[in-house]
């Protein structure tokens, strides 16, 4: 085998966000002509080592250095990049639903005569790619009535219209069948005989196995280890231990659990996503939360996590929902929000900006919003009560904040937090689900969290918390439900989990089907 | 248990903080009401005195009263995130409604009042069915009841003008406040009540400022505290003692007013204004937090059709004739007092009390401008101006502050 000389050297990255470094000292060696899988945890650096790469974070945001084809570059633009032949494929894919394939090949490139789009050249050169990819759409069918894994190829053909040299791919297979996902990594293969090299974003780490050239594995922001599997493969095992072993120091707080009677069951909860609605988002899942007790639920994103939480919390999200919810043993009506709150059950969302705060509002007026009744008399709110609850609330979570009259809006991610948490604690919950609680917040701010985490466990409510990063799921949880693909697929107590048995749990129920 | 949080003490109270840092906090407040008196007193300038006489002034409070009792209801809807263009068209329609009813068949004018009244809230309604359950935006539903209430109101009045009105009904807009107390140069009932408006208003001030103390909130600087009573107190006095001079206070004046207060507590005091502020702030939000956000938004429409509805009586009454022509443009009026006195079209900002500012600040420069003798064209283009600028310098202002 001849040396291909390295067509993408990435040496010593560095990327800073306010209050986040999110790379430090990455280094990554793509060959031409390979398939360069990266692989990693959510939250491990890999998006946003691919955004620096293709320059939506442009030169002079990040430290180090980027040669591509032997020569350094500093991209100004996603435009800069593309005209290189770098093309990137994001997860959520950047199609226009209701143009046709052609004109989203050539969105932004039209093949066009003093400013009129060349319809039948734009056609006739669709035609031609959709044959590389596969497809034998017409070139004027419109996305919207493709499927996924077709729109995903669409996406590919795009790429190639522009010269693509290294094709990157965010998670491509995420929302794909396996039929789909077989034919797109034969694609990939093929274009690797073509001489186009791949970058490929995956968690499906049997797909990694199948077509990867080379691996690089990325933890907390750092590479970890470069693996070539072209003499030998390298087993699912190592790159599960590189991509989670990392020390479980004093991150946590020390918990001495007193864990009582079941409070809270699901059983054989099932909901329809809203849109397709012969698709189960939640399959026939069965949970068991008791009093005092921190439960988790791992899994990738897409699992189904966040829409199981929102469908049992006032049938937030989906359609056709059935099973049942329990509390201390009897069945409990939560067909809207203010039931679900009534019967002590709070929902703390993932997107606390989209979902969970009024930014314009203050921290009292957030504070009170679920509670409305709890401070006001026949509906005149009475704004001292109001302060005096919220400014509890402030002292009691450590809110770091002017005062309670401060704009949402203004505080950090980590105080934002504690506002929505003390908006449902306020609720007096017996049941507090928390979705990502330290989704996009400091170190420092997520010890304190668990640190709160921990206390409403000890005041014997029961606490359901959805988390990707595990290693604080394996920290702070004395028991752990597996979900993969809308199934509860494994469970483990807090002795028997590791990060290694998660993932291969997930990794296994995602190759069974 | 062993949490060992590094211990972060919250920042000291902050009861030093300068009385500049306050005003530069609630600028935008007294910004607006610091233009209506620099407007007013411009005009009162320019036309010699004409603005503040009290005929003047009765006018002034007369031809802007259905404008500001139908920002009243606008606001609400502004702020939980839609619009309402068809305001103006309904209120030509139920005076149109009004007319027919107690002129052509001689209906007695406490039903046909009731029924018009009846009859707005239920546009509204229909309007806000189509809104806030079925998602339809509420500026192609607004514009469609623009249209057709235009055209039902031709077609109720078969194109004429309809009128006179039943004396009793008249008085809704021409009446005064009968004066119990026989003032000789002065409408003595009046001034009394302009007096008790004044005393209650600082009571419940105190009162309020008193309990915020109690509970230890931060509370207005005592000199910006008193600055204001006294400015508030001040006006109120001016105001009643100028329109006693003439017939006393219109009972147009006093209908609005009360709704002032009421919609003002409600927008700032009660559980559903809270609501209506957090369905505008964040939908998504507001849901999740156990708001029922169709239900309220529909309220927010039924709340606008009635008011419109008052406000169609209150002019009808004032002309004295319906004609197919009433209300038009009016919802431009409406809702341009909304964004002067600082709603934001994004939904959950904005005030009444601004709202009514607004409306008066458009009010004066009609009428100052008409006075002057300023063409309708000219009039146009200021007023156009003014409402740019006005929310030019609210968004300027929130730009700098992130």
Not at chain 1, 119 to 128: G, I, L
Not at chain 1, 352 to 377: C, E, F, P
Not at chain 1, 393 to 402: A, E, G, P, S, T
Not at chain 2, 59 to 80: E, F, P, R, T, W
Request: glycine share 10%; hydrophobic share 50%.
């Amino acid at each position: 085998m001849e040396s291909p000389a390295s067509l993408l050297e990435m040496r010593g990255i560095t990327k800073a966000f306010p209050g986040v470094v999110a790379l430090k000292d990455v280094n990554l060696s793509v060959r031409a002509g390979e398939i360069h899988a990266v692989v990693g945890e959510n939250g491990a650096g890999k998006s946003t080592l691919m955004k620096v790469l293709s320059g939506v974070y442009p030169h002079g945001t990040y430290e180090g250095e980027i040669r591509f084809g032997g020569e350094p570059r500093q991209f100004r633009g996603i435009r800069a990049s593309e005209d290189l032949g770098i093309i990137i494929i994001h997860q959520e894919l950047a199609l226009v639903p209701l143009l046709s394939i052609a004109e989203n090949i050539f969105l932004g490139n039209e093949p066009a005569r003093g400013g009129v789009v060349d319809r039948h050249a734009a056609y006739v050169r669709t035609r031609e790619l959709l044959a590389k990819v596969g497809l034998k759409e017409s070139p004027s069918t419109l996305i919207d009535d493709l499927g996924v894994g077709k729109q995903q190829l669409v996406e590919i053909a795009k790429a190639l219209s522009k010269e693509v040299k290294l094709l990157i791919l965010d998670e491509p297979t995420a929302s794909l069948n396996e039929t789909d996902s077989d034919a797109l990594l034969d694609l990939l293969l093929e274009l690797k005989a073509q001489g186009i090299s791949c970058i490929l974003i995956s968690h499906k780490l049997n797909e990694v196995e199948r077509v990867a050239d080379t691996i690089t594995v990325l933890r907390d922001g750092s590479t970890v280890q470069t693996l070539d599997c072209r003499g030998q493969p390298v087993s699912q095992d190592v790159i599960i231990r590189n991509m989670v072993g990392r020390e479980m120091a004093d991150r946590y707080p020390k918990r001495d659990p007193r864990i009582g009677e079941v409070v809270f069951e699901l059983r054989d909860w099932t909901v329809h996503h809203p849109l397709h609605s012969e698709r189960e988002s939640v399959k026939r899942v069965n949970l068991q939360a008791r009093r005092g007790e921190i439960v988790g639920i791992a899994g990738l994103m897409g699992a189904g996590r966040t829409e199981l939480a929102m469908s049992v919390f006032g049938k937030s999200w989906g359609r056709r929902i059935s099973g049942q919810v329990l509390l201390h043993g009897q069945e409990v009506d939560v067909s809207t929000v203010e039931k679900a709150v009534r019967h002590g059950i709070a929902y703390v969302t993932e997107d606390r900006k989209g979902y969970g705060l009024l930014l314009d509002d203050d921290i009292a007026r957030n504070v009170s919003l679920a509670n409305l009744r709890a401070v006001s008399t026949r509906g005149v709110v009475d704004e001292g009560r109001e302060f005096a609850a919220a400014d509890g609330f402030r002292k009691q979570l450590r809110i770091r904040c002017k005062d309670v009259f401060q704009r949402v809006g203004q505080l950090s991610g980590g105080n934002q937090q504690k506002v929505v948490l003390g908006k449902w604690l306020f609720t007096q919950p017996q049941v507090l689900i928390l979705d990502e609680p330290t989704r996009g917040i400091d170190v420092g701010a997520k010890f304190e969290i668990y640190s709160l985490m921990a206390q409403m466990a000890a005041e014997g409510r029961c606490i359901v918390m959805i988390s990707s990063e595990m290693p604080e799921l394996l920290g702070m949880c004395d028991r752990i439900y597996v979900m993969n693909e809308g199934r509860f697929v494994a469970e483990f107590g807090r002795m028997e989990a590791s990060q290694e048995g998660i993932m291969r749990a997930i990794v296994n129920a995602g190759t069974l089907q | 248990m062993s949490t060992q949080v590094a211990d972060v003490a919250p920042k000291p109270e902050s009861a030093g903080r300068s009385a500049l840092a306050f005003l530069k906090a609630h600028l935008r407040e007294y910004g607006m009401l610091l233009s209506l008196v620099a407007i007013m007193a411009f005009f009162q300038y320019m036309t010699g005195g004409t603005l503040m006489q009290p005929l003047n002034l009765t006018n002034l409070v007369l031809q802007n009263s259905y404008i500001v009792i139908m920002a009243l209801g606008m606001l609400l809807v502004i702020v939980a995130g839609s619009i309402d263009l068809s305001v103006g068209s309904v209120c030509g329609f139920i005076g149109a409604l009004a007319a027919v009813l107690m002129v052509e068949h001689n209906v007695h004018w406490l039903p046909a009042t009731l029924i018009c009244l009846a009859t707005g809230a239920l546009i509204g309604a229909a309007q806000g069915w189509f809104v806030a359950y079925w998602r339809i935006p509420s500026f192609i539903v607004t514009l469609a009841g623009l249209l057709v209430f235009k055209g039902l109101a031709l077609m109720v009045l078969a194109g004429q003008s309809v009128g006179p009105f039943p004396a009793e009904f008249q008085l809704l807009s021409t009446g005064f406040l009968p004066d119990l107390l026989h003032g000789e140069s002065y409408h003595l009932t009046s001034l009394l009540l302009g007096a008790i408006a004044a005393a209650a208003m600082v009571f419940f001030k105190l009162r309020e400022r008193a309990q915020a103390a109690r509970h230890g909130m931060e509370v207005e600087p005592l000199p910006f505290f008193v600055g204001k009573n006294l400015v508030f107190v001040a006006l109120i006095l001016l105001l009643t003692t100028l329109l006693s001079a003439y017939k006393g206070i219109p009972n147009v004046l006093l209908v609005m007013a009360v709704l002032i207060v009421c919609y003002d507590f409600l927008a700032l005091r009660t559980t559903v204004g809270r609501r209506i502020y957090a369905l505008g702030g964040n939908e998504k939000a507001a849901r999740l937090s156990g708001i029922k956000t169709e239900r309220l938004a529909f309220l927010t429409f039924v709340n606008m059709g009635l008011l419109a509805a008052l406000a169609g009586l209150i002019f009808a009454a004032r002309l004295n004739t319906a004609t197919p022509k009433a209300g038009l443009g009016f919802e431009l009026d409406v809702i341009a007092a909304c964004f002067i006195g600082g709603a934001s079209a994004s939904g959950g900002v904005g005030k009444v009390f601004g709202a009514v500012v607004g409306a008066f600040i458009m009010g004066v420069m009609n009428n100052g401008m008409s006075i002057l003798g300023i063409g309708i064209d000219y009039q146009q283009v200021i007023k156009g101006l003014v409402l740019l600028a006005a929310v030019f310098v609210d968004v300027a202002n929130r730009k700098r502050a992130l």
